[in-house]
């Protein structure tokens, strides 16, 4: 059964960095990762997206190992407004039929 | 702008009645799909299409039924069928759906039974 699996809920503090990890077992050879956040009654917004190693952009970091069989979004010094759901999103090759399996969502909770 | 517009945000059904949900897109994206979000859960597949005039039923198609006339256009029916239709309705395009490119979303509509 293809999966991905992630954890359902973190806390963390303004101006720490925050780590979430996915893992996807069965992640199609020639596919991406990617990662969106979603705040409440909104649709899913992208964050970043890779296939090895790592990526980095204005908002976030994607660490992705040789195996490609998790990866890691990593948030530097995050605030308030980062509370949100994160969910990753990876494309599956299953019984030669191709499918997007999404993960159920972190739930991530920042302190003051 | 370009973007994914859904219509309406919020709806409200009485038990028995089929609804339409409306999605448009000026992206010129081959890709759109629907998905179910149930309070506090994840994202469900419903339905994707990756051509006009074609469609395919993703994990929850049961009680629901979509139509690709157009590239831009992507309604989904929520039939009389569908036991429980209350939920948050998400409608996302992309460039391909293989290899997995950029979904962008719409800001969904929330469908309430009465």
């Known amino acids: 059964l293809a999966k991905t699996t992630q954890p359902i809920s973190m806390d963390s503090y303004e101006g720490q960095e925050v780590n979430i990890t996915c893992s996807h077992n069965?992640?199609?050879?020639?596919?991406?990762i990617t990662w969106y956040q979603q705040f409440p009654s909104q649709g899913p917004r992208f964050i970043i997206q890779g296939y090895k190693t790592k990526v980095t952009n204005e908002v976030a970091s994607l660490f992705i190992p040789a195996d490609r069989k998790s990866s890691t979004l990593s948030l530097p010094r995050v605030s308030l407004s980062d509370t949100a759901v994160y969910y990753c999103l990876v494309g599956v090759s299953v019984d030669s039929n191709y499918q997007l399996i999404w993960g159920a969502g972190t739930k991530l909770i920042i302190k003051p | 702008d370009g973007g994914i517009t859904q219509s309406p945000k919020y709806l409200f059904r009485k038990e028995g009645q089929n609804v339409t949900l409306s999605c448009e897109q000026n992206l010129n994206h081959d890709a759109m799909y629907w998905y179910r979000q149930d309070p506090g859960q994840g994202l469900r597949l419903i339905y994707y299409?990756?051509?006009?005039?074609?469609?395919q039923k993703g994990d929850i198609a049961e009680g629901y039924s979509v139509s690709r006339e157009k590239k831009e256009s992507f309604p989904l029916t929520v039939t009389s069928a569908q036991k429980n239709p209350t939920a948050f309705y998400l409608c996302?395009?992309?460039?391909?759906?293989?290899?997995?490119?950029?979904?962008?979303f719409g800001e969904g509509s929330r469908l309430t039974v009465l």
């Open positions: 996302a395009s992309s460039e391909l759906q293989r290899p997995t490119g950029e979904l962008f």
């Open positions: 069965n992640i199609a050879t020639n596919d991406y």
């Open positions: 299409s990756q051509i006009v005039n074609d469609f």
